[in-house]
C-alpha cells in the first residue's frame, strides 16, 4: 500500500496514499462515520477521481484495550511510523491505568513536537465577543517539553522531600518543606525547533508576524530563554525572510518580511480580545499555549470546531480537541467538524489544498444552512437541530 514519504523536510504524497486513523472513543465512532465521508467525498470532486486516501484502521483507546489488553498497542505505533501521517478522534483516558494519557504518550513516542491550532471563525457561528471574525490565529504550542514533561511529585513525598532538601543544602532556596514539586524543563534546542516551524509556516503561508508567548518576565531563564532562543533562530536561519519588531522603529515591516514580536503571556490574553488581527502565527511554550489555544477557540465560538494538529519532523497526526463527550455515544448526535477540520489541516499539509479549501467552503455553507448538530442549534436563533451524520450530508452537498 502506498505510503506518504518525507525527504529534505518535504512530505512526497503518492496519489492513493494510506492514511491510518483512529475512530476513537464514545463519540469518536459518530464523528469518524461522518467525517471519513466528507474527506472521500471531497477528493473525489477535486480530483475527478484520480486521487484517493486508503485508510486503515489502527487501534488505540477502548477498542484496543478490549482486542488486545493494551491502550496502545505496538502495533498501532508501528503502522502510523510506517504510514507517517496519521487522524485520530477523542481517546479515553485511562484512570489509574499506569499512563498518564494516551495522546501524550502518542506525541511522545513519535516526537510529535508542535501542536498547531489554527483558530477562525466561521460565519454564522455564534461568539461572545462582538467581531470575532477579526481573530484569525494559528497557534504552535511546544507539545513534548514544560509541564509535559511531567516532572512532579506529591507533596510529603520522598522525592519531593529529597529535592527540597537538595535545593536548599545546595542553592539556598526557601521552600515550606511540605510542598509539592514540579518542574519545568524547557531546551534551547526543543524551544527553536519548534519557533522554526511556526517560522516556516508564517513565510509558506503568506502570514505576516510570528509572536513569541512566554513568561520571562518572571521565569526569566526557562520562559525567557523561549523569547530569546526564538529571536536568535529567527536571525540566524531565517534572518532575510524575517525581521524582529525591535528593528522595524516602529515604522510599516517591508514588504515580503515576516514580522518576529514577543509578548508576556498574561498581556497577550487581553491583545487577543482587544486587538485580535494583529496576531497571526503564535509560537508558545506547552502551559501558555494550552490555555491560550481554548481561549482563543472560544472567542470564535467554541471548542465544538477547532481542529488540531501534532507534528514532529516526518510524523503527523491530527486530532479533535475535544475529548470523547461519552454520554452522547452512539446516538449521531455530536458535531463532527473539530475531526473534519482536523482533516483539512492534514490535507493543507500533504499540499493537497484543494480539497481542504472545497470542504472548508462545505462546512460554512452548511453552517449558514442552520441545519445543524445540538451544540450550535441550541444557541442558533431559528437553527434546526440535525444529526452527526445528516450534518455531514449537508456539508458534502455544499462542498465547493
Ligand atoms: P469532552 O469529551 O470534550 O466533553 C465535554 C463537553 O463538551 C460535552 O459534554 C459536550 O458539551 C461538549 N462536546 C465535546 N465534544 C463535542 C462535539 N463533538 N460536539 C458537540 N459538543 C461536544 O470532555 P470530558 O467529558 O472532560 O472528557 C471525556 C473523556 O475524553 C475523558 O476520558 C478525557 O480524558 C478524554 N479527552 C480526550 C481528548 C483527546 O483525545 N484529544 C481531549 C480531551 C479529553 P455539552 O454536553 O454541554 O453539549
Redesign the pocket.
Known sequence: MPSIAYQDGRWIVPDQPTIPFIE?D??GPD?WRGAVRVFDAAIAKTSGGARKVEWLEVLAGEKAFKATGSWLPDETLDVIRRYRVAI?G????PVGGGMR???VALRQLLDLYACIRPVRYFKGVPAPVTNPGRLDVVIFRENIEDVYAGIEYQAESAEARALIEFLRDRFGAKIRPESAIGIKPMSKFGSQRLVVKAIQYAIKSGRPSVTLVHKGNIMKFTEGGFRDWGYAVAAERFGAQTIPESDTGGARVPQGKVLIKDRIADAMFQQLVLRPREYSVIAAPNLNGDYLSDAAAAQVGG??LAPGGNVGDGYAVY??????????AGQDK???S?VILSGVMMFEELGWDDVARAIVRGLEAAVLTKRV???LARQLPGATEVSTSAFADTIIEHLA
Open positions: 476513537g464514545g463519540t464523528i485520530k477523542p481517546l479515553t483516558t494519557s494516551l495522546n471548542l465544538g486530532e479533535a480537541t475535544h475529548g470523547t463527550a461519552p454520554k452522547y455530536v458535531n463532527p473539530s448538530t445540538y451544540d
